[in-house]
């Protein structure tokens, strides 16, 4: 019922900065879970960013201050703008729509590796 796609990952320095960008084929309801996930090489998936429309957004303690999750329901979009990353932020990214309704949405996910 719904597509999520992930763009905007890509090389970056340590100390720089990229945006992604989730675009959702169904709308996302006000009451929808949108949240971010990422997982490193030999790794668990983990939680990285989650908001409900309307509501304070929550952090994995590991970005706090650096990431900020918002989405545009007029657009079907959510975004996670990465600030002052790390070498350990590096990993596969995934966008994650959430409903009591119609269940849980995964899009294939975006690479982001911060290198020198």
């Known amino acids: 019922q719904v597509q999520l796609v992930e763009s905007g990952g890509g090389l970056v320095q340590p100390g720089g900065s990229l945006r992604l960008s989730c675009a959702a084929s169904?709308?996302?309801?006000?009451?929808?879970?949108m949240g971010w996930y990422r997982q490193a090489p030999g790794k668990e998936r983990e939680l990285v960013a989650r908001?409900?429309?309307?509501?304070?957004?929550t952090y994995a303690d590991s970005v706090k201050g650096r990431f900020t999750i918002s989405t545009d329901n007029a657009k079907n979009t959510v975004l996670l703008q990465m600030n002052n990353l790390k070498p350990e932020d590096t990993a596969v990214y995934y966008c994650?729509?959430?409903?009591?309704?119609?269940?849980?949405?995964w899009g294939k996910g975006t690479l982001v590796t911060v290198s020198s």
């Open positions: 994650n729509l959430r409903s009591l309704i119609r269940g849980d949405y």
């Open positions: 169904g709308s996302i309801f006000s009451s929808d879970v």
């Open positions: 908001v409900i429309s309307g509501f304070t957004p």
